[in-house]
């Protein structure tokens, strides 16, 4: 099991950045699969983007490709999610989550697939 908790939310106007973190602890961060996922109000939960336990595979949505970029530190335990250029429609809940993958280069798209989540943070960009 893994505790997750992300933080850098905040409220921001169109075009700026942040980097969201997400503090990994409990078993080794270094083995899960991770992923970032959000919701906006009256919404489904979107999978963002994944990284591989390795971090060699990475995989985006097509709406944050060129904008947003996935990483992680294993000697920090930490997985960052760098957001620039938001605009409106990135508005929601950014939540962090790992699982236990089946190989390291695999990713996991489906929130189903994930076991260990954390609380989320709010993001709110402004036009």
């Known amino acids: 099991q893994v505790t997750l908790v992300e933080s850098g939310g905040g409220l921001v106007q169109a075009g700026d950045s942040l980097r969201l973190s997400c503090a990994a602890s409990g078993r080794a961060f270094s083995n899960y699969a991770m992923g970032w996922f959000r919701q906006a109000p009256g919404k489904e939960r979107e999978f963002v983007t994944g990284?591989?336990?390795?971090?060699?595979?990475?995989y985006y949505i097509d709406s944050v490709k060129g904008r947003f970029t996935i990483s992680r530190d294993n000697t920090k335990n930490t997985l960052y999610l760098q957001m620039n250029s938001l605009k409106p429609e990135d508005t929601a809940v950014y939540s962090c989550?790992?699982?236990?993958?089946?190989?390291?280069?695999?990713?996991?798209?489906?929130?189903?697939?994930?076991?260990?989540w954390g609380q989320g943070t709010q993001v709110t960009v402004s036009s």
């Open positions: 990284i591989s336990r390795s971090g060699v595979s990475t």
């Open positions: 989550a790992a699982r236990w993958p089946i190989n390291p280069t695999r990713i996991y798209t489906s929130s189903s697939e994930y076991a260990n």
